[in-house]
């Protein structure tokens, strides 16, 4: 689980690393989806990712499962329980649904009009490597970008508290470093989830640098 759990916060940094250069420059944003595109490297790193989300969503239900069986409706619970990470420790589970219906639809919105419909020949506008046309398609609808925040503030509490337990669960928490390490765990996800939600909340509003190259280009440039 903790192996599983890391490996996706290392994707997750990534990507939102990856989309904050999309609120400065939408045409390097799309060297990077052209890039990495539907290539060999590609297609296993999505296959790999895929196998590691499932393995993590399988195994939560089983902890789940065995916690409630041993427990009661004392949930997921740890050695250690910081009363900040109280409610989210406890509805794990929850989170997690919340977290994979959120998945499917970005897998939808993006992966899907991306990556497959590349690989399948499907022809799809705006075209497969604008990404950027992409993302301004997406969050320019309300409605998205709603269910967007909803669900990268899910992904906050599940890990907040999935850092520090996956650290503890591996063996590198002790009395001291306890704290230590939920403290750094809760400012890295808070730095990872508020880089998803300024690119939701830049292109809601218009607000993202990036535009002003659609103004520049007529529009030619962004998705119709």
């Not at 192996?3 to 799309?30: D, E, P, Q, R």
Request: proline share 2%.
């Amino acid at each position: 689980m903790s192996v599983t759990g890391m490996a996706l916060i290392l994707f997750m940094t990534f990507h939102g690393c990856m989309n904050v250069v999309a609120l400065f420059s939408g045409k390097a944003y799309n060297m990077i989806c052209e890039f990495l595109g539907a290539n060999w490297y590609a297609v296993a790193a999505t296959l790999a990712l895929a196998a590691l989300a499932v393995i993590h969503i399988i195994y939560a239900f089983i902890l789940n499962a065995q916690n409630m069986k041993a427990r009661g409706s004392n949930k997921y619970a740890v050695t250690d329980k910081p009363e900040k990470v109280e409610w989210a420790s406890q509805n794990m589970l929850v989170l997690g649904i919340i977290i994979c219906c959120g998945l499917l639809l970005h897998l939808y919105n993006f992966w899907y009009n991306m990556m497959f419909a590349e690989l399948a020949g499907i022809e799809v506008n705006p075209a497969p490597s604008d990404g950027f046309g992409y993302i301004i398609k997406t969050f320019s609808n309300p409605v998205y970008s709603i269910i967007y925040i909803v669900w990268i503030v899910a992904l906050w509490f599940h890990l907040s508290h999935g850092f520090w337990s996956a650290i503890q669960t591996i063996g590198w928490s002790g009395h001291i470093w306890f704290n230590r390490w939920r403290i750094i765990g809760i400012i890295y996800v808070t730095i990872l989830c508020l880089m998803f939600l300024a690119v939701i909340i830049g292109f809601w509003t218009g607000l993202a640098p990036s535009l002003s190259e659609c103004t520049n280009c007529g529009g030619g440039c962004c998705a119709q």
